[in-house]
């Protein structure tokens, strides 16, 4: 090996070292930013307000006692049921935006959903240069 060949090499291992670093930086901010995730999203008719953290898990519930003047249980479920799914989709969407710089959409979503199959096949892809890279 060359001289030159060897101090690339090195430099080119440096320029790595520096990227990893920073993007390790990077990922403990967005990871911060991802905690602190909170998302309302009131009901269609504006008596049911639900508030979700990052997984989607429901942290504040609020019901106008105006919906008492129509008792029907069933349907109050389903109305809460239906906000806070939104909630979560929302939720899910501000997480996968926090984290666009470092992680695709598609691999990030698929994190997030538990979808371990397409999370490993995308990182196959990726190792094997078939696209998927950012």
Known sequence: ????????????????????????????????????????????????????????????????????????ARSLADVIVETVRRASVRAVDEVVEIFAPLVPAEQMRAHLDGDLETVLAQLAGQMLGEGGQR
């Open 1 to 72: 090996m060359e001289g030159g060949d060897a101090a690339g090499l090195q430099a080119y291992a440096e320029e790595l070292r520096a990227r990893f670093m920073r993007l390790q930086g990077d990922a403990l901010a967005l990871h911060e930013r991802a905690r602190a995730v909170r998302v309302t999203e009131k009901s269609r008719d504006g008596l049911v307000s639900a508030t979700v953290g990052v997984r989607g898990d429901l942290v504040r519930l609020d019901i106008d006692p105006r919906v008492f003047r129509r008792p029907d």
